[in-house]
């Protein structure tokens, strides 16, 4: 199957981004992992990282027209702000987890609200990049059980 997994604004600046609060690995360590991960399963796993909105809604409505499985994706500050990329998703009807490396729950009070959980298959934070792995294995699971 093929899973997307995309990543919002600043998290090209992971490792040396608040590192106390979004550890030392960089985004690419994450993406190349995840890509190992996915290969040995034998699944095809594409990644993209954008600071412009429209960027990410495009490429939500391209997994769409390439028939993309399942799409993994850390909005990062448009979790709390967009209703235009969550529209997309939703647009899209691929399944998606929402991931955030923090926990978003024990911070300020304006994390708490995500456009994006209402309508996830499921979400996972504050567990650091492990967030992204846990996230991987949840979609492959049900991938293989949809076959
Ligand atoms: C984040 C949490 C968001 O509140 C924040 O704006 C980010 C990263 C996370 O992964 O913990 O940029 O999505």
Redesign the pocket.
């Known amino acids: 199957a093929t899973i997307l997994v995309l990543h919002?604004?600043?998290?090209n600046m992971l490792g040396t981004r608040e590192p106390s609060l979004?550890g030392n690995e960089t985004l690419s360590d994450i993406d190349d992992r995840l890509h190992e991960t996915a290969t040995a399963a034998g699944h095809h796993l594409m990644h993209l990282q954008s600071n412009a909105e429209y960027e990410l809604i495009d490429r939500v409505h391209e997994a769409r027209r390439e028939g993309v499985d399942f799409i993994l994706i850390?909005?990062?500050?448009w979790?709390?702000t967009s209703v235009a990329l969550r529209d997309a998703l939703l647009a899209t009807d691929i399944p998606f987890i929402e991931?955030?490396?923090?926990n978003?729950h024990a911070?300020e009070p304006f994390?708490h609200h995500s456009y994006f959980s209402d309508v996830a298959a499921g979400v996972i934070?504050g567990l650091g990049s492990q967030s992204y792995d846990l996230a991987l294995q949840a979609a492959m699971t049900r991938l293989n059980d949809s076959r």
């Open positions: 919002g604004p600043n998290l979004y850390n909005p990062a500050a979790t709390h991931v955030h490396l923090s978003v911070r994390r934070c």
